[in-house]
């Protein structure tokens, strides 16, 4: 049992380069999320899908698109990366419903944009 | 929409000491507030969460209260210890389906020997 496992673990990217993080959870969670964090500023949300085929937009979506490709994964694509996109993303997932329980994150993708 | 507010940004505390951290959540159809703990290059790990159908909860040296009223709920962590040493977050969310995890802005507790 992996739990939510995401990757890359580090990037490196030139400004106006595109890249996809990829996130893979096997605790057959139907919530899943994409976090970044940056310093003093906590876990600020980007997008999240409730289930498979839908997905919301959370507090900082600009310059993001995700994909819910199926019940486990869920990916983060930035189209044309920019220096203020340097952070570390974190993807959680949750089973949400009348007794929501603990959201699960993984390790985390340190991302840096020259 | 939610907004959770903690305090303080930084805390340090002697070894053996309590600390005490508070948030505050502006939706009242909040009514559930996990609290995070990441360690430094970690990721976030649940440590203690509470309902609102819960005034107060405890689980060895940890406990969180809640107000519901005054929408604040607070993270008590007693006889310090070295390893407690971390950042802690307090989130707010809806038991709805889809909900939304909202997070405060994080505590640096220090815990000096």
């Known amino acids: 049992n992996a739990g939510v496992t995401q990757t890359p673990k580090f990037q490196v990217l030139k400004t106006g380069q595109s890249m996809t993080l990829q996130c893979a959870q096997d605790m057959n969670h139907n919530s899943m999320y994409w976090y970044r964090q940056d310093p003093g500023m906590g876990l600020r949300l980007i997008y999240y899908s409730a289930s498979e085929g839908t997905t919301d937009k959370g507090e900082v979506p600009n310059g993001y698109n995700v994909s819910r490709l199926n019940k486990r994964e869920f990916s983060l694509r930035l189209e044309s990366a920019a220096p203020s996109q340097t952070s570390v993303y974190f993807c959680?997932?949750?089973?949400?419903?009348?007794?929501?329980?603990?959201?699960?994150f993984g390790e985390g993708s340190r991302l840096t944009v020259l | 929409g939610e907004n959770v507010e903690q305090h303080p940004s930084t805390l340090s505390v002697q070894e053996g000491d309590s600390a005490v951290i508070k948030c505050t959540y502006s939706?009242?159809?909040?009514?559930?507030f996990p609290w995070y703990k990441q360690e430094l290059g970690k990721r976030p790990q649940l440590i203690i969460d509470?309902?609102?159908?819960?005034g107060e909860k405890k689980d060895q040296r940890i406990a969180v209260t809640l107000n519901k009223t005054a929408k604040h709920f607070s993270l008590h962590i007693t006889e310090t210890q070295p390893e407690d040493s971390a950042v802690y977050f307090c989130?707010?969310?809806?038991?709805?389906?889809?909900?939304?995890?909202?997070f405060g802005p994080g505590t640096r507790l220090s815990v000096l020997p």
């Open positions: 509470i309902r609102s159908n819960v």
């Open positions: 989130a707010a969310s809806t038991s709805n389906y889809g909900q939304n995890f909202v």
């Open positions: 959680a997932s949750t089973m949400s419903g009348v007794n929501t329980g603990e959201l699960f």
């Open positions: 939706d009242s159809a909040s009514n559930y």
